[in-house]
């Protein structure tokens, strides 16, 4: 490791707002209490996140493996391309550490996500909204082959410091917080890095623990950073044998979700967290009992624009 790079790690170190990624609040959620009396079901509240979601977990670790790897060095921007939240991260860290940023966002990205991320002062490059992440994916894979001198791209989609993030801090996280008593785990497919991470990380703790993935039950859906994995570009971090079951989830039922939750449970979530709600109703019907762990990416704050 040179000099150079170990002192942009002992400013991750020293960064007080870098140190506040992880260790989020799990919650226990009580909307389906009287439809199964017999299950418990808790979420890990990553909105708690100073940059606002699950991402600042990847992105920092893949932000430090470029470090260590001297891929990311004085004079190289950081580029990748974002759905949002994975560049607000960047953006995030980027500031507190001094590396520039430029970012490949589909134009159809929720304008608070937009907003977020001018007031970072990064460089935005708008991708085909109808091509959604995929079309941004490509893009930024195309300014990086024009120009690889001047960037660092990450590349969430298919970095493996992605999904070891989550297998180091998030899954031992949620043992530590349930006392190991979770049977079950619940996450959505978007990068693929939480729930392939996660899952890693709880069945390397607890091998009987079964890992259930989500993904919009079609291709045109509402679900902003999730993707319908049969017709999107396969995230080369994706292993399909790290869950055990797929469930399918409906833009309007994961809608429908993340309101109620909103109305009963003061719980102002965003759309991704209805879809992992809509994934633990069906895991709770079919098992009638246990523990349930999901996760709920960020907040509904993200999506005002968007709202019904």
């Given at each position: 490791m040179t000099e150079i790079t170990a002192q942009a790690i002992r400013k991750i170190e020293d960064s007080p707002i870098l140190q506040q990624i992880g260790n989020t609040p799990l919650l226990k959620i009580r909307i389906f209490e009287k439809e199964f009396p017999e299950v418990e079901v808790y979420a890990?509240?990553?909105?708690?996140?100073?940059?606002?979601?699950?991402?600042?977990?990847?992105?920092?670790?893949?932000?430090?493996?470029?470090?260590?790897?001297?891929?990311?060095?004085?004079?190289?921007?950081?580029?990748?391309?974002t759905s949002g939240n994975t560049g607000i991260a960047y953006a995030m860290i980027g500031a507190a550490?001094?590396?520039?940023?430029?970012?490949?966002?589909?134009?159809?990205?929720?304008e608070e996500r937009k907003s977020t991320l001018k007031a970072y002062g990064v460089e935005i490059v708008y991708s085909d909204a109808l091509e959604g992440s995929d079309g941004a994916q490509r893009l930024a894979a195309k300014i990086y082959e024009d120009d690889k001198e001047s960037y660092f791209l990450p590349c969430q989609y298919d970095n493996p410091a992605n999904p070891r993030a989550?297998?180091?801090?998030?899954?031992?996280?949620?043992?530590?917080?349930?006392?190991?008593?979770?049977?079950?785990f619940v996450a959505c497919l978007g990068t693929t890095g939480t729930l392939v991470g996660t899952g890693r990380g709880l069945k390397k703790r607890k091998p009987d623990v079964v890992v259930h993935a989500v993904m919009p039950s079609d291709s045109f859906h509402g679900l902003e950073g999730m993707k319908h994995i049969p017709t999107a570009i396969r995230?080369?971090?994706?292993?399909?044998?790290?869950?055990?079951?797929?469930?399918?989830?409906?833009?309007?039922?994961?809608?429908?979700?993340?309101?109620?939750?909103?109305?009963?449970?003061?719980?102002?979530?965003?759309?991704?967290?209805?879809?992992?709600?809509a994934g633990?109703?069906?895991?709770?019907?079919?098992?009638?009992?246990?523990?349930?762990?999901?996760?709920?990416?960020?907040?509904?704050?993200?999506?005002?624009?968007?709202?019904?």
């Open positions: 890990k509240a990553e909105w708690f996140n100073p940059g606002g979601s699950v991402k600042d977990r990847a992105a920092l670790s893949m932000v430090r493996d470029g470090l260590e790897r001297g891929l990311l060095r004085p004079g190289i921007t950081l580029l990748d391309s550490l001094g590396i520039p940023v430029k970012l490949v966002l589909p134009e159809n990205a929720s989550h297998e180091e801090t998030t899954a031992p996280e949620i043992i530590e917080q349930t006392q190991g008593r979770i049977n079950h995230p080369k971090i994706y292993d399909d044998s790290v869950h055990d079951h797929l469930i399918l989830a409906s833009t309007e039922e994961s809608y429908d979700l993340a309101e109620q939750l909103t109305h009963e449970e003061g719980l102002f979530v965003g759309h991704s967290a209805g879809a992992a709600l633990v109703r069906k895991v709770a019907q079919e098992v009638g009992r246990g523990v349930i762990v999901t996760i709920f990416p960020d907040s509904g704050d993200r999506y005002l624009s968007e709202m019904r």
